[in-house]
C-alpha cells in the first residue's frame, strides 16, 4: 500500500512553515536538529531538510516536539492558521 501524499505530491504539509520558523528565530538547519536532539528526538540536518522540501514524512511525536520547540498549534504548522 503506498503512503498517502497531499495533492501536490508532496509527503508532509508543513515544511513551508517549519522553514519560516525556523528562519524567523535565526536558527539553521543544524541549530533546529540540535534543539530537537535535546527533546529527545533522532534528527540530524538532513532530517531538517527532508521535512522542509517536503521529501520526509513528519511523525506524530516530531510533529509535537516542533509544535512545543516553537510555542505554535498544530494548526499554524500543519494550515499555517493562528488561533
Not at 512553515?17 to 541549530?31: A, P, V
Not at 516553537?70 to 488561533?83: A, M, Q
Amino acid at each position: 500500500m503506498p503512503k498517502p501524499r497531499s495533492k501536490t505530491g508532496e509527503k508532509n504539509l508543513i515544511g513551508s512553515h517549519l522553514k519560516m520558523l525556523r528562519q524567523k528565530y535565526n536558527l539553521s538547519q543544524r541549530d533546529l536538529a540540535d534543539k530537537l536532539q535535546l527533546s529527545g528526538l533522532d534528527v540530524d540536518k538532513n532530517v531538517i531538510t527532508r521535512i522542509e522540501t517536503n521529501k520526509r514524512y513528519v511523525t506524530d511525536i516530531e510533529l509535537k516536539a516542533i509544535c512545543e520547540l516553537f510555542h505554535v498549534t498544530y494548526d499554524y504548522l500543519i494550515d499555517g492558521k493562528d488561533n
